[in-house]
């Protein structure tokens, strides 16, 4: 958990605020027990004034694209493009991700190594 206490707080919040997250059951436990992140706050604040200015649902999503592939293999330097395009072969990435794989093919490669 993450605290940022206000400025008009004292120490002795910061201490029962630590000592109250010490004796809760861990976040996954928690939430796999059907608790909300709603729930697991008033658990933490139960006798502190709070209000929560917002929720925003998440998602899981990736922002790889084959233009970053392409960036990234530039990044590589001429010797290894020019390793990659002896060989004949395509370069393939895998995102670590979100494992998605892009291949690159050899004529891609000797555009990227002619713009260098």
């Given at each position: 958990?993450?605290?940022?206490?206000?400025?008009?707080?004292?120490?002795?919040?910061?201490?029962?605020?630590a000592e109250r997250l010490s004796?809760?059951?861990?976040?996954?436990?928690?939430?796999?027990?059907?608790?909300?992140?709603?729930?697991?706050?008033a658990r933490i604040l139960e006798?502190?004034?709070?209000?929560?200015?917002?929720?925003?649902?998440?998602?899981?999503?990736?922002?790889?694209?084959?233009?970053?592939?392409?960036?990234?293999?530039?990044?590589?330097?001429?010797?290894?493009?020019?390793?990659?395009?002896?060989?004949?072969?395509?370069?393939?990435?895998?995102?670590?991700?979100?494992?998605?794989?892009?291949?690159?093919?050899?004529?891609?490669?000797?555009?990227?190594?002619?713009?260098?």
């Open positions: 958990f993450l605290l940022q206490l206000m400025p008009e707080a004292d120490d002795s919040m910061a201490d029962r605020l004796t809760l059951s861990p976040t996954t436990t928690m939430l796999s027990q059907g608790l909300t992140p709603e729930a697991i706050a006798d502190f004034p709070y209000h929560i200015l917002g929720s925003t649902e998440l998602t899981f999503s990736c922002s790889c694209s084959q233009r970053q592939t392409l960036k990234l293999l530039r990044s590589l330097g001429t010797e290894e493009l020019d390793r990659l395009i002896e060989e004949d072969s395509e370069a393939s990435v895998t995102c670590e991700y979100c494992k998605e794989v892009y291949t690159v093919k050899v004529d891609t490669l000797q555009e990227i190594r002619a713009s260098l």
